[in-house]
């Protein structure tokens, strides 16, 4: 089932902040983050997993509520780089652990 | 280098000639997954290989076959192409069970 993600665009200005959710329905084993900018693959951001372990690159933040099936991605103080559209992908706790679901994505603009 | 390639890059064929989209990696990773992905509804899981001669369907994997006989390759094969099959598809890697994936550039494939 794919996950829901919020907003599904946002614009800003160079050194604003920014966050996106991505939201289950079922129960999640693991959250994971990329961003894909125009034209190219998609890029690892992070992996959250149920337990509280995390693992991604150190300017990237983001939480994971297990009760609430959420994950937010946090991006402060952007750069022009930041620019792209981001994606929340879900393994469920119930299905089968290797299935990876995206979420449609969330469009982000830095402007400068 | 570490990378995910795939060829061909782009393809226009004719419905129902069949064709094959392969798909290698050099990282000896056991996990590999295709995904086909159209504007607005992100990256949608077709099949993924937990390792050689183990593999599941994604979301939408119908009009789709796909083999693991060697742990680095990973072909994606359209029998029977059809025009709702036009997409961008992106092969993708990982170690188990899935983590960071590391994505090929991406085949643009047209079907008239």
């Known amino acids: 089932q794919q996950p829901v993600q919020s907003p599904q665009a946002v614009i800003l200005r160079e050194g604003e902040d920014a966050v996106i959710n991505c939201s289950s329905s079922?129960?999640?084993?693991?959250v994971h983050w990329y961003r894909q900018k125009h034209g190219e693959a998609p890029v690892f951001l992070m992996i959250?997993?149920?337990?509280?372990e995390q693992k991604g690159h150190e300017k990237i933040s983001a939480s994971f509520n297990e009760k609430k099936q959420q994950s937010s991605l946090y991006l402060t103080a952007s750069q022009l780089s930041y620019s792209g559209t981001y994606f929340c992908g879900t393994v469920l706790v119930s299905g089968s652990a290797r299935q990876l679901t995206f979420g449609s994505g969330t469009q982000l603009t830095v402007l400068p | 280098e570490a990378q995910v390639t795939q060829n061909p890059r782009y393809l226009i064929t004719v419905t129902g000639k069949k064709l094959t989209v392969t798909c290698s990696q050099n990282m000896n990773h056991e996990y590999m997954s295709w995904y086909r992905q159209d504007p607005g509804l992100g990256l949608r899981q077709i099949y993924y290989?937990?390792?050689?001669?183990?593999?599941d369907k994604g979301d939408v994997p119908e009009g789709y076959k796909v083999s693991r006989k060697e742990k680095r390759n990973f072909p994606l094969i359209l029998e029977s192409p059809s025009p709702n099959q036009t997409s961008l598809y992106f092969c993708a890697s990982s170690g188990q069970p899935p983590y960071e994936q590391y994505f090929g550039p991406g085949t643009r494939l047209t079907v008239t």
């Open positions: 290989s937990m390792n050689v001669e183990v593999t």
């Open positions: 079922k129960a999640l084993y693991s």
């Open positions: 959250l997993l149920k337990g509280g």
